[in-house]
């Protein structure tokens, strides 16, 4: 088996890696119940929602006083 007569720089080592490193933007689905933004397969933080029927009751919002 062939061995490297050198040793390659961190840098060579690095470019080679670096188009691994992509950050993938997460793909977002309306929600069927009140359309916002949400993960596919997954609750929906606004209104609880998923498949159909409502998995996490979500707390009233309470309007604060307005400071003066």
Partial sequence: MPNPKKKHT???RDMRRSHNSGVEVPQLVACPNC???R???NVCPTCGFYKDRVV???KAKTEEPEAK
């Fill in 10 to 12: 961190r840098s060579r």
């Fill in 35 to 37: 359309k916002s933004p």
């Fill in 39 to 41: 993960l596919p397969h």
């Fill in 56 to 58: 996490v009751a979500q």
